[in-house]
């Protein structure tokens, strides 16, 4: 007992510039009244940080995006570096799917985050689905006691604020073709932003959509809602071309099944005008309305057969989205990791308890030489 209340008195831990061993096993051992002390300190601790942090429910959900495939069939070749974990066509440049960094980026912009505030969620404390929006704008209403409080206690603020408020009409602010975010709606989105996460696996193409919130269920309706409007923007993004293609073909299409529909009813009306009737002049005027109408019907029946194929290329350009691991309601909490601290805890109360051990040693040490 001496040894340990009276470190300077323990044999050397150095001897012929030799660590020895013993010494500092029998020094930890003399001393570990203080392990046990930094050990029950640092639990103390870590329960504290567990049971006072924010309880937080991860949901995930994995996706396989279709791609689509260009230039010649590698064949076995192909499918031997798939097995490899190699991607031939993407590595020769023959892959036209979409970039991953795309769908970060779609994730992250405004008017994505502008729509996820408008979906209608289940909130934990309200009885009706609600949107983020109308959310947070029903957290900045004023509830009686605040009003209680501003007028009484926070009076003297309340004028100040009331004196220096600047004028304000209700003046309608002009559409200038932009994106337009009120200050209701960039303060839902700064709620939102960067709540998504998303992992890509170049490898596989597989995208994993997740969310942390403190309700298990509203984590797993804000993937679920994430990765729909996540698919609705890719099949816009991919499916833009053809759709105005297929709109500009169905616009002409409509023109001229009038003209179609008009010529046919002028040449069927001109034959049975002038049934029984034979004469060059009747001849020329039906020659000419029936060449029209065979320049507007092969118009009309090209146009026709453009407009499918116009439809078939949108639905051949749409994506398809497989649903791998669907959305689940988390059962159990990710964060705080209760084990994880308390195992920290520990090792770090295992440290600064032998820390302190060697740093008295030290201490008694130099005091020694200065006495």
């Known amino acids: 007992m001496e040894k340990a209340d009276n470190p300077a008195k323990t044999r050397s831990l150095i001897e012929n510039d030799e660590i020895d061993i013993l010494a500092v096993i029998k020094t930890i051992w003399d001393g570990r009244k203080y392990i046990y002390y930094s050990i029950g300190i640092f639990l103390l601790l870590g329960i504290i940080v567990s049971y006072s942090s924010t309880t937080k429910y991860k949901a995930t959900a994995t996706l396989l995006p ?20 190699l991607n031939l066509n993407t590595m020769m440049g023959k892959s036209s799917g979409i970039p991953p960094d795309v769908y970060q980026q779609i994730i992250n912009s405004y008017p994505f985050l502008k729509e996820m505030i408008h979906q209608k969620f289940n909130f934990p ?15 900045t209403i004023e509830t009686f006691t605040d009003k209680v409080k501003k007028y009484t206690v926070y009076l003297p603020r309340t004028i100040k604020t009331a004196l220096t408020k600047p004028i304000t009409t209700s003046i309608v602010e002009p559409d200038y073709g932009v994106l337009s975010i009120s200050k209701e709606e960039a303060l839902a989105i700064s709620r939102v932003q960067g709540q998504i996460i998303m992992e890509i696996d170049e490898r596989t193409d597989l995208i994993t959509i997740s969310a942390e919130i403190t309700d298990p269920v509203l984590a797993a309706q804000f993937v679920q809602k994430a990765h729909e ?119 770090l109360g295992g440290f600064v308890g032998v820390g302190t051990i060697f740093g008295r040693i030290a201490y008694f040490h130099f005091k020694t030489k200065l006495g």
């Open 66 to 85: 279709s791609t689509e495939r260009s230039g010649s069939n590698l064949g076995e070749l192909g499918a031997l570096a798939g097995m490899a974990g």
């Open 125 to 139: 404390n309200k009885k009706d689905a609600i949107s983020i929006y109308d959310y947070v704008v029903s957290d």
């Open 229 to 347: 409007l996540l698919q609705a923007y890719i099949i816009e993004y991919k499916t833009k071309q053809a759709r105005e293609n297929l709109a500009f073909i169905q616009e002409s299409f409509d023109e001229n099944k009038i003209k179609y529909q008009k010529s046919q009813v002028r040449l069927l009306e001109y034959k049975d005008a002038n049934r029984n009737l034979i004469s060059e002049r009747i001849n020329m005027s039906y020659q000419e309305l029936n060449d029209e109408f065979e320049l507007v019907s092969n118009v009309y029946k090209g146009l026709g057969q453009q407009l499918e194929q116009a439809k078939i290329a949108v639905k051949e350009s749409t994506p398809v989205f497989t649903v791998i691991e669907p959305v689940q309601i988390p059962t159990n909490p990710s964060k705080p990791n209760k084990k994880l601290i308390m195992a920290l805890s520990i090792v």
